[in-house]
DNA sequence: ATATTATTAGAGTAAATACTCTAGGAGCAA
DNA sequence: TTGCTCCTAGAGTATTTACTCTAATAATAT
């Protein structure tokens, strides 16, 4: 594994761990087994490291996502597909829990992530009107329902892990598994 | 007003608009318009001024919710009763930003939190049957999907504010309406 | 082999941070 | 007045933080 990988996962576990701003970039170069200089070598400073990690939940959203291309999608892909969002979420859990934060103290990275996500977004609106051509789903007529369900939905997808650790509930599979319970509840009075 | 409550009301406004990390005790002392010697004289450290801000909100939780008391809630109560609730939030916002962090660092503030909270969560249950008896909403028969639904309009009220904010989207009345909005549609197929 | 470039270690530093200490006023009680 | 407690200012400090600099070593190209 290359130093600057090395930093990256150094970085995440123990931003994940204790919150990037217990971490400072000496915690990070004795962690990960290198000198300060060499950190510094490879990132400019503490924001650069955040900005590649973000990075890199970026392309995973890009790409881990798994969308069904060979066949029409049924119930149990969304339940797939929500439940690696959960997963990739978690691996980046240090991002989300600080977003407000992150976000503006850093403007660029602001303007990237929100791009990002509303791709997501784009991508999920299609989704679920995929359903609702399949007819596992009937809608509402008002547009303006759909997309309120829409941002519910969403909001539960971004928050239901932040809210598991607030409770001091330990996150596991099971705990996911009540996220995508709770998303198909919104859903269920229009499921066919 | 005293120069307790000043170094308060500071800390919350400085807190508010660049999270606590950012913020230092010389930092609030200087806008607060008083020495450093003078704010450790009344609080012993940082954690105590966090503390005793969550505390204000605690109190604000417990007698400030427009529950009424005269005669049977109605839609319109609950509404009212959203609103205040995001107003709350909104005037204490950096420790919803920052919940998990704060709560981790404090296992005594976690404790008080998860118990405020609980209380909280009881009496939005209880009001839900109210709701219920009183034939505004038609709950579903299994006990286990009233207290999804529950979670759900519980996870928008905690987090509306915050994923605006992600959003970059102004916070303002209208912004708080759509919040209640988006509980609203959760419960609207079960409205009668 | 030699030159060049890419990495690395580690000592060092200016600034900031949380917090302490001392001395002095302000109000009040006897 | 004298004493006492409460409150306040501000200088001072040990530690930490982000980051720099230099010199040495590894890798690669010619």
Redesign the pocket.
Known sequence: M???EKILDTALTLFNDQGTA??????I?EAA??????????F????EIIRALFQRLFDTWDNGLPFPHDHQPTLADLKTIIETNYQIIWQYRFAYRELVALLRQDTELRKNFLAVRQRGFNGFHELIHTFSDAGIIHLPDDPKAIHELQEIVWLISEFWLTNLEVNGRSVNKGEMQNGVKLMLRVLQPYLV
Do not use: C, D, F, Q
């Open positions: 290359s130093t600057r217990a971490v400072s970039t000496n915690h170069a087994g290198i000198s300060p200089g060499n950190l510094y070598y490879h400019r400073n503490k924001e």
